[in-house]
């Protein structure tokens, strides 16, 4: 993957979380690990940690931060769809799904976080 320095002005740069373009490079985040870049807007309302994991489950499984923000987020309909895990690498994964339904549907990983806490307290 090139940097998008060396690209002509021609091509768009997206930013890898939320999908819009990225017409001024300035002040952008570019991931050490992968290249990705993102926004600034992005970088302004998510912290560091929270724009690479999320890099990185948008690369998994697709989709952008809240490609489905209009539609409702509901964890028991998310939970009924995906398969109750066995064991702890099962656990893992089906809680990277669960946080990457969240974003896809816009919600910031704190808001997730609190979401889950007040479920699990139920
Ligand atoms: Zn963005």
Redesign the pocket.
């Known amino acids: 993957m090139s940097k998008p320095h060396d690209s002509d002005t021609n091509s768009i740069v997206i930013?890898s979380?939320?999908h819009?373009n990225i017409t001024d490079l300035v002040g952008v985040y570019q991931s050490p690990l992968n290249f990705a870049v993102?926004?600034r807007?992005?970088l302004s309302r998510f912290t560091q940690n929270d724009i690479e994991m999320m890099i990185g489950l948008f690369f998994l499984y697709g989709g952008f931060f809240g490609k489905l923000k209009n539609r409702t987020f509901s964890l028991d309909e998310v939970l009924s769809s995906l398969e109750m895990p066995i064991n702890k690498e099962e656990v893992e994964e089906m809680n990277q799904r669960l946080m990457h339904q969240a974003l896809i549907h816009g919600l910031k990983p704190f808001q997730f976080n609190q979401k889950l806490q007040l479920y699990t307290e139920e």
Do not use: D, I, K
Request: some cysteine; overall charge neutral.
């Open positions: 930013c979380v939320c819009s993102v926004c807007q992005c």
